[in-house]
């Protein structure tokens, strides 16, 4: 009889989407790919993870943050003359630990009243940005139980938004997120829990000739491992059978691991059984140049202003339905 350690736990939602997805071939390697931003977070640990990498200083200075930071800061005032508002509803898409949101909300404080509503898959992160951004002059934080969604369920959260003097919106999507999804699907799903003068503010790394390099050392950064490791986990797999990787396909970045021996995994009486040389991949980032970015923005909105960073690696846009 085994025990419970030399039986590792197998996440059933993590497994479904494997036998859902199942795989397709490039010549003969066997690719998995299960890049959902869903799986990210399942799981506290994971979710930690995430936070411990934004933490870890190689990362940040391959995401040019301060790039971003600097974006909005110097683009807040033009935000405020086209949102039009003193009164104004922040809502933090994939809100993470509320850094970045936290950072508007700063920036608005004796120039507008805010209320603030984080949405984030993970309830982890919810609860963290919810505390960071308690501790700012803030109206209201928004707390339902569409907090804890994808970006499906937004037709569910604007009408918790539209009392009193509160009627205009600023919907942020701050550092990359938006590279995380197909972004039509993700732009239409915006647009259509907006209202007429309410903005989309994203800022998002663009392409460049330095996304080789920086897949070279997302490789061997440690934290982007420990993070992204917890998925291969939850399937059973050990740190010992796989092998991280992150590679640069224009027009995005793919971290996966490569199955260094056969492997069989079970549950619920369906099996999977991955060869030496299989690649899982766990997450996907989407890496376009402005003029793209641009013309996307441009097919959901008519009022469109694109700002670049000092550096040229980093977009500000700011988007009015």
Not at 3 to 21: D, M
Not at 27 to 42: C, E
Not at 173 to 182: D, V
Not at 250 to 258: F, G, H, K, M, S
Request: glycine residues 6%; hydrophobic residues 35%; contains cysteine.
């Amino acid at each position: 009889m085994t025990t419970a350690e030399e039986t590792p736990q197998i996440n059933g939602l993590i497994f479904k989407e494997l036998i859902k997805r199942g795989y397709s071939l490039e010549g003969n390697t066997r690719i998995w790919n299960i890049a959902d931003s869903k799986l990210w977070y399942l799981t506290p640990e994971q979710a930690q993870g995430y936070l411990d990498l934004g933490n870890d200083e190689s990362y940040k200075k391959n995401m040019d943050e301060k790039e971003g930071f600097h974006l909005i800061e110097t683009n807040i005032e033009e935000i405020l003359s086209k949102i039009n508002e003193k009164h104004i509803n922040i809502i933090d898409l994939g809100c993470g630990d509320g850094k970045k949101g936290a950072t508007i909300v700063k920036l608005l404080q004796g120039k507008a009243k805010v209320r603030y509503c984080p949405i984030d898959i993970s309830g982890y992160m919810v609860k963290k940005a919810i505390d960071l951004v308690s501790k700012l002059d803030v109206e209201e934080i928004i707390e339902s139980q569409w907090n804890i969604s994808d970006f499906e369920n937004l037709e569910n959260v604007t009408p918790l938004l539209e009392k009193g003097d509160f009627k205009r919106k600023i919907f942020l999507i701050l550092g990359n997120t938006i590279g995380n999804f197909e972004i039509n699907e993700i732009l239409y799903e915006i647009r259509n829990s907006m209202k007429g003068g309410d903005l989309l503010v994203i800022d998002a790394a663009i392409n460049d000739e330095k996304h080789e390099q920086r897949a070279l050392e997302y490789t061997k950064n440690k934290a982007f491992n420990n993070w992204l490791i917890k998925i291969p986990e939850q399937l059973g797999l050990s740190k010992d059978d796989v092998e991280f990787g992150v590679r640069f396909r224009a027009p995005r970045l793919e971290a996966y691991y490569t199955i260094k021996k056969d492997k069989t995994i079970s549950l619920n009486k369906k099996t999977v059984t991955f060869n030496k040389g299989d690649q899982i991949i766990i997450l996907v980032a989407y890496k376009y140049d402005k003029y793209d970015l641009k013309s996307f923005f441009n097919i959901y909105f008519n009022d469109v202003t694109v700002r670049t960073s000092k550096d040229t690696c980093k977009i500000l846009a700011i988007c009015k339905k």
